[in-house]
Nanobody, 119 residues
Framework: QVRLVENGGGLVQAGGTLGLSCAAS????????MAWYRQFPGKQRELVAA???????EYDDSVKGRFTIFRDNIKNTVDLQMNSLRPEDTAVYYC?????????????WGQGTQVTVSS
């Protein structure tokens, strides 16, 4: 059973930066396409950014130009660099395989990491 662990969240002022990191209990090449999601209070998780096994990246329009997703193959992590943070970015951030999912669904969700952006 694969385990996903997110870290790097915290409290930051508007306009600031944070770097998130996703670690897996197995090599990411076995999971292939990966993504970061976020969940606002009372809402469903939504896709923020994805990185395909071939290296292509995808971003939600709300974060284009501000967030960057990348792989660190040495550390076996999938990272999310967040710049120019806004209060509306405040959410719990999760990593998982890229949607849409097949019948197997996503990997088990980790605990997520809280990102709070103050005005």
């Amino acid at each position: 059973q694969v385990r996903l662990v997110e870290n790097g969240g915290g409290l930051v002022q508007a306009g600031g930066t944070l770097g998130l990191s996703c670690a897996a209990s197995i090599p990411f090449f076995e999971l292939k396409d990966m993504a970061w999601y976020r969940q606002f209070p009372g809402k469903q998780r939504e896709l923020v950014a994805a990185i395909l096994s071939g290296g292509k990246t995808e971003y939600d329009d709300s974060v284009k130009g501000r967030f960057t997703i990348f792989r660190d193959n040495i550390k076996n992590t999938v990272d999310l660099q967040m710049n120019s943070l806004r209060p509306e970015d405040t959410a719990v951030y999760y990593c998982n395989t890229r949607s849409p999912w097949g019948k197997a669904g996503p990997a088990p969700w980790g605990q997520g990491t809280q990102v709070t952006v103050s005005s």
